[in-house]
């Protein structure tokens, strides 16, 4: 049976932190793009960041979800 946890735990906390930093980073994506007009292969590759961003909170949201239900006895 996995480990339950709870939000005082690391592995909450690291996920929440990686979850809070990828949303960030994506936020920051549209000034970054506005700076790189007139530049299609900088704009590609921020919009591929921003999408790995996008991405990698989404994983973290479902994995904090899975933890917060093992511990409250849903999973």
Do not use: W
């Amino acid at each position: 049976m996995a480990e339950s946890h709870t939000p005082a735990d690391d592995i909450v906390y690291d996920l929440v932190s990686i979850q809070y930093h990828a949303l960030k980073g994506g936020q920051v994506c549209a000034k970054y793009a506005a700076d790189a007009e007139g530049h299609d292969d900088v704009r590609a590759f921020i919009e591929q960041v921003r999408q790995e961003d996008a991405n990698r909170a989404v994983r973290a949201h479902e994995l904090l979800g899975r933890l917060t239900a093992q511990r409250a006895g849903i999973g």
